[in-house]
């Protein structure tokens, strides 16, 4: 099936951020607890931040004690969001990692939050090493929507429905596991850039939607976003209806957040 291009996905989710907001439901605790006690993540800590979105991540990051707070977001529409939820809390770099232009050695820690799968990892790892101060940590992370294993009754009712959609870089290289859980490529990647102590983790959690929540998630994934409005529309409404109809309005899905940690050689 047709990819959807990385120059396509940066484009796609700044439409309404609201929408996102309501769907999307932030991010594992455990990521929280590796940056903190991993990567020693507290007040006064540079941080980073690559491809923000509508700041789910960034939030906590501030919450936490960023500062200074870097964030890179290539899309208009995003970038104008977070200057308007958190002002002067952050800087704003509006531009690809591979173009940003960031103060080299300067940050300790380096975080990526399921946006990572839209960098040229060769080259976006590079600028993060770059930017690092010597000891630096690097956190990426994603959160994927289901685990095989048992199936996810919500995905069986609702896969039909996206049968033939252009494709998520997520979903990654062809024979190989996805993108965010194939441990060899995401690690070696690390290695190549030249960090060391690289460590690769699992969280499993739940997240619960209704049935207006449910639509929003699946209208927040890039494949649906690609789609003309009018079936897109038709597919969020049926979601929804499936949702209301088939789950009592009232979807919990089993969520696996996969977490890389790196550090720059002291």
């Known amino acids: ?38 990567c020693g993540l507290g007040p006064g800590t540079s941080v980073v931040e690559v491809g923000a979105g509508t700041g789910q991540a960034t939030r906590k990051l501030l919450e936490l004690g960023a500062d200074p707070l870097v964030v890179v977001e290539p899309n208009p529409s ?24 960031l103060e080299p050695a300067a940050f300790d820690l380096a975080a990526a939050a399921s946006s990572f799968h ?22 990426i992370w994603w959160t994927l929507f289901g685990d095989d294993s048992p199936p996810d009754p919500f995905i069986t009712a609702t896969s039909p429905l996206l049968d033939g959609l252009d494709t998520s870089p997520t979903r990654g290289e062809e024979g190989r596991p996805r993108h965010a859980l194939d441990r060899e490529r995401r690690l070696s990647a690390l290695v190549a850039a030249g960090f060391v102590d690289v460590e690769h983790e699992l969280a499993t959690w739940e997240a619960r939607w209704d049935a207006m929540g449910i639509r929003a998630l699946y209208g927040s994934f890039s494949p649906i976003l690609a ?21 009592d309005g009232c979807v919990t899905r089993r969520l696996t957040t996969s977490v890389y940690t790196a550090r720059k050689p002291s």
């Open 227 to 247: 789609l003309d409005e009018a079936r897109r529309e038709a597919i969020l409404d049926e979601i929804a209806r499936i949702a209301s109809h088939e789950f």
């Open 78 to 101: 995003l970038a104008a969001h977070l200057a308007e939820v958190h002002g002067d809390a952050l800087q704003l770099v509006e531009a690809p990692l591979e173009e940003a232009e």
């Open 118 to 139: 839209w960098v040229d990892e060769r080259v976006g790892l590079a600028r993060l090493f770059a930017a690092l101060r010597p000891g630096g940590c690097c956190a």
């Open 1 to 38: 099936m047709p990819r959807i291009e990385r120059t396509e996905g940066r484009r796609l989710f700044g439409g309404d951020p609201a929408a996102y907001e309501l769907g999307r439901p932030g991010h594992a605790q455990r990521v929280y607890e590796v940056l903190v006690e991993r």
